[in-house]
């Protein structure tokens, strides 16, 4: 009998990556149990339900191992040889026919829980080349990126709320007990907002919905969807007006305070309140209860960045908690320093990366190198020369992740060539000619490089392979270098060696290295090759690293490896903004030409009139978009895919609790079951986010069986859009319900 071995490692399903212990059967490749990791110093043993998750996924039997091939309406497994050179040969010679950018891709969220994808995402960009390239983060949080790209230069350096010692936290377009956190990295959120109330604080919840941090807060304040600029313009507005402005210690570093007040006085708490549904008075005392408060912060996530103005709204968070004193302040709006050190600036100036080149069909601009993933669709119909020949998805499900999915569907019916890095068939990926299946987390290490820069702590944690891959099977980045490196005509070990030393090459040019030797790091450096080799220099380059010996109680690879459960790197630090800033002259710049113009579009929608019914999605402890939903243990339960109404919404429609009744919107229709539910504001309904598992020639016998439910996604506009970023408009979209026809 098999003695059963403890693995430690931390939790791959969302940002809080909780610590985790696995008790392994080796021999039979069985994970036994998943607990917490009592000594992790982050999350002191606290697990939620999708802890379990990967294990499941991993003994999934419809879980792809082998690369499948299309025959016909059938898949037949072929081996990697096959594959790579098939499907390399394919995009090779579409790129020599029709030009780069004849080639799409799509990326999709999972692949920010592999850091060895992270680490060679940038290369098949670069190699690729495509301007038709989408990411799933235009569909949820690059107005985040966009805002803190035009105040800070960075548009990865974002603002934390620091949950270990405010006082009075104030919490808008997120649900942190359900998602965990989300740019707040928290293990085990109830437990913060429990502690911040024993110790005499406050928390406060601006949302559509009752949400479950709702009923844990100690006040709740609705708001109609979609609103959320114009409520925190009017704080900004209250802030100026009352002379509550406190900058403090960044005041120096500031510019544009006085435009920004001027443009701010048309939106006063009067002003407003019709369109919010926050009545005057009820802003105005949150307003002075922030400014009452000693270490107030104010939080605000996806709700904000999934509408109309979800730029504005991200942006103001931030210019909130500055004017109050609370950004980079203990308590406040805080910068994490992650020991890998991607928020230090470097002493460069970050280059605005927005409008190099447009959508061929509706000419919207790129962020980030990234077309909006809303201008999927119509990039794929487009016809002739600009025609769309070949698509490549990483780990990702726009049919269901996308507004109006299915005109993507359609779509990927007509394009020549479509090849799949994923797991599954689903509904995505039934379109491929090829699917190449990467290994499991259970199969690969991983490191929180990602989500260490938005944690309530610092931190350093590696996750070592839990089982050795399957014969034949491969990492995702093996995956990636194989088939660039066959396009290009090269070996993967070549391009493994370019990444290496152009990462070496950026770390050389760095002022403060510049004493390193680069044979005495790539010496230094030789036991490890991929995705750790990266990683170790950026432990040992970073900002507690050893600096290759140089700081001698510095961290290397081998000693955050040796720290099983994960090295606490200690709390959030202050002041360190004036360090980060990649702005020119080390700036903070309150206002961009991009904002002014949207200013004034936010200013003209004060004037439309307000929606009947609107729109707001959900979240589920249960659910990670649409990841979990073929797992046994993960769709038991009663159905969640309902469309939460007030009840008197409902009845004013003749809407019994449960009867099924058609939504519809500009674009789309749906059939699906109320859900009575009085936590929600009046004129607003809610479908959760990830549903809709009904198409045929699927592999997902237990999403499509169990949990089909319907995508929220069909009833999205894609041609509507945050303006700057080019985020999907999901949030506050105007509907209309009707009681099902009875028989």
């Not at 726009?398 to 007509?414: F, H, M, Q, T, Y």
Request: with cysteine.
């Amino acid at each position: 009998m098999t003695t059963p071995q403890s693995i430690h490692r931390s939790c791959p399903t969302c940002e809080a990556s909780c610590g985790l212990v696995l008790e392994v059967d080796s021999d039979r490749r069985d994970i036994l149990a998943i607990k917490g990791d009592a000594m992790d110093a982050r999350s002191k043993g606290y697990v939620c339900a999708k802890s379990q998750a990967f294990a499941h996924i991993h003994s999934d039997p419809e879980r792809l191992r082998r690369p499948v091939k299309r025959v016909g309406d059938d898949w037949v497994e072929v081996d990697w040889e096959e594959a790579l050179q098939a499907v390399a040969g394919e995009l090779a010679r579409v790129r020599d026919t029709h030009g780069k950018d004849a080639i799409a891709m799509y990326y999709g969220n999972p692949n920010g829980h592999n850091f060895h994808t992270q680490m060679h995402t940038q290369m098949l960009i670069q190699m690729l080349d495509t301007e038709r390239f989408f990411s799933a983060g235009s569909v949820d949080q690059q107005p985040k990126n966009l805002s803190c790209d035009l105040l800070y230069g960075n548009p990865w350096l974002f603002p934390v709320p620091d949950l270990a010692r405010t006082d009075f936290f104030v919490c808008m377009g997120g649900n942190p007990l359900v998602s965990q956190g989300s740019l707040l990295g928290a293990p085990n959120a109830a437990a913060y907002l429990t502690d911040i109330q024993a110790r005499g604080g406050q928390v406060v919840v601006i949302d559509p919905r009752h949400t479950e941090t709702a009923q844990a807060a100690d006040r709740h304040i609705f708001i109609r969807p979609g609103t959320d600029a114009l409520f925190l313009f009017a704080w900004v507005n209250e802030l100026f007006s009352r002379d509550l402005v406190s900058i403090g210690a960044l005041a120096e570093r500031v510019e544009g305070l006085d435009e920004l007040k001027r443009l701010a006085s048309p939106f006063s708490a009067d002003a407003v309140a019709a369109k919010t549904g926050v009545s005057a008075a009820d802003m105005r005392r949150l307003v002075t209860d922030f400014a009452a408060a000693e270490r107030p912060v104010l939080y605000g996530r996806i709700g904000l960045c999934t509408q109309a103005f979800g730029t504005l709204a991200s942006w103001l968070i931030d210019l909130v908690n500055l004017l109050q004193g609370r950004l980079d302040e203990a308590g406040g709006a805080m910068f994490a320093r992650p020991a890998t050190g991607q928020n230090e600036s470097t002493g460069q100036v970050g280059e605005l990366l927005h409008g190099r080149w447009h959508s061929r069909a509706r000419g919207f601009p790129e962020y980030m190198g990234m077309l909006p993933a809303s201008c999927m669709a119509e990039e794929l119909e487009c016809s002739g020369e600009d025609a769309v020949r070949a698509v490549i998805t990483l780990a990702g499900n726009p049919v269901l992740s996308v507004p109006n999915g299915k005109r993507i569907d359609a779509a990927l019916e007509n394009v020549d060539f479509v090849v799949a890095l994923d797991i599954y068939i689903n509904e995505t990926t039934r379109h491929a000619d090829y699917i190449l299946p990467s290994t499991t987390q259970l199969e690969h290490s991983n490191y929180d490089f990602l989500f260490s820069a938005f944690a309530q702590s610092n931190f350093a944690r590696y996750s070592p392979q839990v089982f050795p891959p399957e014969a034949g099977a491969k990492d995702q980045s093996e995956i990636i270098l194989e088939l660039l490196a066959r396009m290009h005509g090269m070996q993967a070990q070549d391009l493994a060696d370019m990444l290496f030393e152009g990462m070496l090459g950026e770390v050389l040019k760095s002022p403060a290295l510049a004493q390193l030797d680069a044979d005495l790091i790539r010496t230094a450096t030789a036991d490890y090759s991929g995705a750790e080799r990266l990683l170790d220099i950026m432990l040992r380059v970073g900002p507690y690293g050893d600096k290759f010996d140089a700081q001698s109680e510095g961290l290397t690879l081998a000693r955050v490896m040796a720290s099983e459960h994960g090295v606490d790197l200690g709390p959030l630090q202050p002041n360190l903004l004036p360090e980060f800033l990649r702005t020119e002259g080390g700036r903070i710049r309150l206002l961009h030409p991009l904002l002014r113009a949207d200013i004034a579009r936010l200013e003209s929608s004060l004037q439309e009139a307000v929606p009947e019914l609107v729109l707001i999605g959900r979240r589920h402890i249960r659910d990670m978009n649409s990841w979990l939903h073929n797992l046994n243990n993960y769709a038991r339960g009663k159905n969640r895919c309902t469309l939460m109404m007030h009840p008197e919404d409902a009845q004013d429609r003749g809407i019994a609790d449960g009867e099924e009744a058609i939504v519809g919107s500009s674009v789309g229709e749906l059939t699906v079951p109320v859900e009575y539910h009085a936590g929600l504001m009046r004129g607003v309904v809610s479908l959760p986010h990830g549903f809709g598992h009904r198409y045929s020639g699927t592999r997902q016998s237990v999403a499509r069986q169990q949990l089909p439910g319907v995508s929220a996604n069909d009833l999205v506009d894609d041609q509507v859009l945050d303006i700057p970023s080019g985020t999907s408009v999901v949030n506050g979209v105007p509907v209309r319900v009707a009681r099902q026809p009875r028989s």
